[in-house]
């Protein structure tokens, strides 16, 4: 087992009980995909995972190793080995594709290489990997607010695989693409899963898309699990419990 989430709790300062009890495990090569009504806890769950976010309570187990609370130089090493992709790129808009992917290696490099932004050949060969894997090479030298929505997410992908991690989480990659986009995207999660080997988690609205890509799912409501199983099993009248009685599927080609 890769990850391990035992009785997990989030409580934020306002008072909002994000995360109640929440208890799931992931195997190594899984595709989990995470669904829900915005507001579900979706978005906190990876955030504890990755650690950008303290949980209150509760275990995170990663690598059979508990990570929950670990700092400094140790929490580095964990996150080095946690690939995180957002729904806005979080892209350094200026500057070059290579220069944004290069940025995924900084993790793994001394204090005094990160600052000064300092890269072996091998390092520079590793970044033309990755960008070949998903398919835009031939845009590293352009400004990364030059592309398009889909390839800056393809471009935040590759910066993610220079971790060269063994979990890669996915927060909404596809919420602001347009339903062509959004499957050619996934598409490359799946490449990364299927070919590397990568364990993903990845939280999606569309469930055209999640039974399409996902191995697994769970799905969250008000903090809490209430389906954990194949994607193919989710049915109408499950449908309806996750989203609601009013809920219509919107399905993603």
């Known amino acids: 087992m890769l990850l391990e989430i035992q009785n997990l709790h989030k409580i934020y300062n306002n008072g909002t009980h994000a995360l109640k009890g929440i208890s799931f495990g992931v195997n190594e090569g899984e595709f989990l995909v995470v669904i829900g009504l915005s507001g579900s806890g979706k978005s906190t769950l990876l955030r504890c995972i990755n650690r950008l976010i303290e949980p209150t309570s509760g275990t995170v187990r990663f690598l059979g190793k508990d990570i929950t609370h670990i700092k400094g130089e140790e929490l580095r090493k964990i996150k080095a080995q946690i690939g995180m992709v957002f729904q806005q790129f979080n892209l350094i808009k200026r500057r070059s594709v290579l220069s944004n992917v290069l940025n995924g290696k900084l993790g793994s490099l001394s204090t005094f290489d990160t600052i000064l932004e300092k890269y072996s050949d091998e390092v520079y060969k590793e970044a033309y990997k990755c960008l070949e894997t998903v398919g835009i090479s031939e845009k590293a030298k352009v400004r990364a607010d ?28 596809v919420a602001s693409l347009d339903p062509a986009t959004s499957n050619s995207v996934m598409q490359y999660f799946e490449k990364v899963n299927k070919e590397f080997g990568t364990t993903v988690i990845c939280n999606l609205h569309f469930l055209s898309l999640v039974r399409r890509y996902a191995t697994r799912v769970i799905a969250l409501k008000a903090g809490e699990i209430i389906y954990q199983g194949a994607p193919s099993d989710i049915n109408e009248t499950w449908f309806r419990t996750i989203y609601g009685e009013e809920a219509e599927e919107v399905e993603i080609r």
Not at 150 to 171: E, F, N, T, Y
């Open 146 to 173: 030059s592309l398009s929505g889909g390839q800056q997410q393809r471009v935040a992908i590759a910066r993610s695989l220079m971790q060269s991690p063994k979990l890669l989480l996915a927060d909404e990659p």
